[in-house]
Each structure stands twice: as structure tokens, then as C-alpha cells.
């Protein structure tokens, strides 16, 4: 029994919180793509600038004008998360991001407990800015810590020391922080289990002066067109293959485990089931989201859709009263299951529910994927059982693989 169950009946307390899929009027998350970054890193594939923070103040003028346009259309709809997300959003000085906040009670019914996270680069957070975006309304600070180890932030192309990364704890927690998230990336070429392990320890064991609410753990991956992929590419780098990652993501699994930590998605974990994210959990439920700044996506009411992704073409747009719209598509009835049931699959307690897939999809999970359940669950890559669906153990090292057989 995990520590999340309720003796009583043995079913997880989240699951009869937040049933997946969301309810089609549930409330919505609110994401704000900041796309600026003192230099990008090798392995990024993100949508963010570097040598562009001059164009920060009028980026935050058009971010604000760009929330107040979508008022209207949600006006019958609660927001409950704001995700301040990049590029590195700690670059916004924090008087912008307390005026971003603004503008998001003004325009939306935003709940008065909303989660609102702030995405950090450890360089520089000092007490004086994280007290300045506690005051502006960030509840929540994810800290990309990627590794404690020098050579691995060297193969990352990352300009921080593991020593930032403790004293960016320190200071969060200092200011008053109460739910901080450190972002961890393992598989980084080079990588010995060895170094994985001591990046877990030194971070449960409190080697780093405080103790993360939250880890994000992801494997890296190599996308093509980046820098990274070039020097594998040309020999100069080699990749941890899949059984080695496989072999890390084990490795964290039982060590999180071990320190009795919620292993709550496929690469997610909270100290405490409380302290999982309200607004990534939206994206798992399939809910809805308004993705605001260049690049940012959107899905609302069946439809999804993307801004342009350059921050000056988007500023050009917004200011001048035109749509920042790039693209646009209303999402089929097949690609919406399929869709909630990727993503929730990804919820590891909650899994997908039945009843909640009734009420959003109009059939059961059986009438629908009745053939993909049974052969997977033949396999045991899944479990069934009081009325949901959800990754076994074998499952969850092959969740995209487990995914793929629901999309259309
Ligand atoms: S800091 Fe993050 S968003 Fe910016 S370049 Fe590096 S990986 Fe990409």
C-alpha cells in the first residue's frame, strides 16, 4: 500500500479528486511562454532566443495584451494554474511577471489559491528577486538543476555549478518558498550509474542545504538539428543508449521510492501527493490550457492551436491588433481518445477512469480500445482494475510504446 491510499477502501485519494480525463467545463490552466535565454544550450529543441532581452519589456506589453484578449472567450470557465514557462522565465525582472499575474485575475476567473509557477535558471537567484516573486504571487518555483555533476553540466553546455543550484535552494527557501521543483536530466553522454546515483543522493540527502517539494526527471534526448546531435553525429559525443537509460530511470525509481517519495507520472515525483503539479496535471488530464507568447500552444473546447513562435513577429502581431495565431486545428473525436489516454496513462495511480471517459468521450473504454486494453494487458504492460485503466511496472518502461496503440 502506498502511502497516498486510504485504508478504508484501498482506492488513491487523488483519484477520487481528479478522475482522467477532465470534465469538458473543468477549470483551465494558464501557460506563458517566455522564449529568452542568456545563451542556448546544446540539447535544446525549445523555442527560445538568445541576444533578444532587449525585447523583453515590449514582449511583456504584448504577453499582457494577449491575456486580456482571451478573457471573453473563457468567461465561463475557472483558471486554476498560471505557468510562467520558457526559455527562462526568471529573466523577467520580477515587477513584469507581478503585472503578467495581473492581468490574468483581471482577464480570467483565476481561483484565489491558483498554483502559480515560475520555470528558473539557478544563475543568480537571489533572495531579494525570489521574495520580489513571492510578493508578485509565484507560489511555486521548478529550478533547472539538470545535474550536480561538473563534467555532465559541461556536456550540457549548462552555465551553472552545482553550487548555484544549492544556493538557488537555499534562497528559495529562505524567501519563503514553500513548493520547489528541481528539473533533473539523466542519459547525458558520459553519464556512469555512478553519477546518477550521487545526483540522487546528494539531492534526498540533503547535501544541497535544503530539500526539493518536487523532481521532474528526464531522460535526454538527442533531437535532431541541435548542436548535440551534430557532435554525435560526428563522433565527438556518444549517447547513453536505451537499456542504459532504462537502466537510470530504475535506478530512480527505486531510490526515490527508498526516501518513500510520490511517484505520481511516468518522470514526476513530490515529497508528498500535495505537492504534485495542478498545471501539468491539466495537460495529463487532457484539459484545457491557454498557451500565451510566441510558440505558446493552446487546446480549448476541442480545438488547439499555436502562436507564432519568433518573439518579434508575435509582438508585431499583438500590437498591430492582428491575431499571433500561426496555426490552428479542431481536434476529431479519435485523436481526442487517443489523447486521453496517452496522457493519462501517464498518471501512474490514477491511470485513466471509465466513468470520467464516459462523461467526456461518450463510450467506454472498452467500447472504444476494448482490443488495445486486452492485448496490452495480456502483456502486462497495463492493469485494470476499480473501473480504470493504468500503467504496470513492465508498462511504465514502455509508456511510449503503451501510448502509441491508442492514437489514431
Ligand atoms: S536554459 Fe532551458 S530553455 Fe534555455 S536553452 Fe537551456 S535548455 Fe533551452
Known amino acids: 500500500m502506498t502511502a497516498h491510499m486510504t485504508s478504508a477502501n484501498m482506492v488513491p485519494e487523488r483519484q477520487t479528486i481528479e478522475p482522467t480525463p477532465a470534465p469538458p467545463d473543468s477549470a483551465f490552466g494558464v501557460y506563458l511562454h ?44 475557472r483558471a486554476a494554474t498560471i505557468f510562467f514557462g520558457g526559455g527562462t522565465p526568471s529573466l523577467l525582472p520580477a515587477d513584469s511577471a507581478k503585472r503578467l499575474i495581473a492581468a490574468c485575475r483581471q482577464a480570467f476567473a483565476l481561483d484565489a489559491d491558483a498554483e502559480v509557477t515560475l520555470e528558473a535558471n539557478p544563475n543568480g537567484l537571489d533572495s531579494t528577486y525570489l521574495e520580489a516573486l ?7 518555483l521548478s529550478i533547472g538543476a539538470q ?22 535552494l537555499r534562497a528559495a527557501r529562505s524567501a519563503g518558498f514553500a513548493n520547489v521543483s528541481l528539473d ?15 545526483d540522487l543522493d546528494r539531492t534526498l540527502g540533503g547535501d544541497l542545504g535544503a530539500t526539493p517539494d518536487h523532481l521532474s526527471l528526464y531522460s535526454l534526448i538527442v533531437e535532431p538539428g541541435t548542436p548535440m546531435a551534430d557532435a554525435v553525429a560526428r563522433g565527438i559525443l556518444t549517447p547513453v543508449d536505451d537499456d542504459g537509460a532504462a537502466d537510470l530511470y530504475e535506478l530512480a525509481i527505486d531510490r526515490l521510492a527508498a526516501a518513500s517519495w510520490d511517484h505520481y507520472e511516468v ?21 484545457d490550457y491557454l498557451g500565451l507568447g510566441a510558440g505558446g500552444h493552446g487546446h480549448l473546447a476541442g480545438r488547439r492551436w499555436m502562436n507564432h513562435p519568433a518573439p518579434l513577429a508575435y509582438c508585431k ?3 498591430s491588433g492582428r491575431t499571433a495565431i500561426s496555426n490552428e486545428e479542431s481536434i476529431d473525436a479519435a485523436t481526442a481518445m487517443g489523447e486521453t489516454m496517452m ?42 482494475a476499480a473501473g480504470r485503466v493504468r500503467l504496470s511496472r513492465r508498462g511504465l518502461m514502455l509508456a511510449n510504446d503503451v501510448a502509441a496503440r491508442f492514437l489514431p
Open 184 to 198: 533533473f536530466i539523466f542519459g547525458w553522454p558520459g553519464q556512469q550509474t555512478d553519477d546518477w546515483r550521487a
Open 343 to 384: 496522457l493519462g496513462l501517464r498518471l501512474l495511480d490514477t491511470g485513466v477512469d471509465d466513468a470520467a471517459f464516459r462523461v467526456r468521450h461518450g463510450g467506454s473504454l472498452d467500447a472504444v480500445f476494448g482490443a488495445q486494453l486486452d492485448e496490452l494487458a495480456s502483456l502486462g504492460l497495463l492493469v485494470r
Open 134 to 140: 513571492l510578493a508578485a504571487g509565484v507560489n511555486r
Open 317 to 319: 502581431a499583438v500590437e
Open 267 to 287: 518522470a514526476n515525483w513530490a515529497r508528498t501527493p500535495a505537492l504534485a503539479s495542478r498545471h501539468n496535471a491539466i495537460y495529463w488530464r487532457n484539459g
Open 147 to 168: 545535474t550536480l555533476h561538473r563534467r555532465g553540466l559541461r556536456t550540457l553546455g549548462r552555465l551553472h555549478e552545482a553550487t548555484d543550484v544549492a544556493a538557488a
Open 34 to 77: 517566455i522564449p529568452f535565454c542568456a545563451h542556448v544550450c546544446p540539447y535544446c529543441d525549445f523555442n527560445t532566443y538568445s541576444g533578444q532581452d532587449n525585447l523583453i519589456p515590449r514582449y511583456v506589453d504584448a504577453l499582457a495584451a494577449e491575456i486580456e484578449r482571451y478573457g471573453p472567450f473563457v468567461a465561463d470557465r
